[in-house]
């Protein structure tokens, strides 16, 4: 069985930045992807970034130049870094696991709330 276990949510001003990690547990294929979602209220979950175990990375248009995904294969985790963060960010962000098989797999959620 798989788990997703993130962390590093908050409350930042805009402008201000946060990391947002995801830790994999269980069995988990070789070849994968992972990466972040997100779903502010009222709206329909989004695509933020992903990145495959072989370190290719892809990124929603609207956080390009400000939001930067990496992972750790030793560790089965994947961070999301976030700088300038705008008040259009806030949503809950959700850490997703597809793996070769295309089992997919879904983090909690972790709250980002940017507000002065």
């Known amino acids: 069985q798989v788990q997703l276990v993130e962390s590093g949510g908050g409350l930042v001003q805009p402008g201000g930045s946060l990391r947002l990690s995801c830790a994999a547990s269980?069995?988990?294929?070789?070849?994968?992807?992972m990466g972040w979602y997100r779903q502010a209220p009222g709206k329909q979950r989004e695509l933020v970034a992903i990145i495959s175990s072989g370190g290719s990375a892809n990124y929603a248009d609207s956080v390009k130049g400000r939001f930067t995904i990496s992972s750790d294969s030793g560790k089965n985790t994947v961070y999301l870094r976030m700088d300038s963060l705008k008040p259009e960010d806030t949503a809950v962000y959700y850490c997703?696991?597809?793996?070769?098989?295309?089992?997919?797999?879904w983090g909690q959620g972790t709250q980002v709330t940017v507000s002065s």
């Open positions: 997703n696991l597809v793996l070769l098989n295309r089992s997919a797999y």
């Open positions: 269980g069995m988990i294929s070789r070849d994968y992807v």
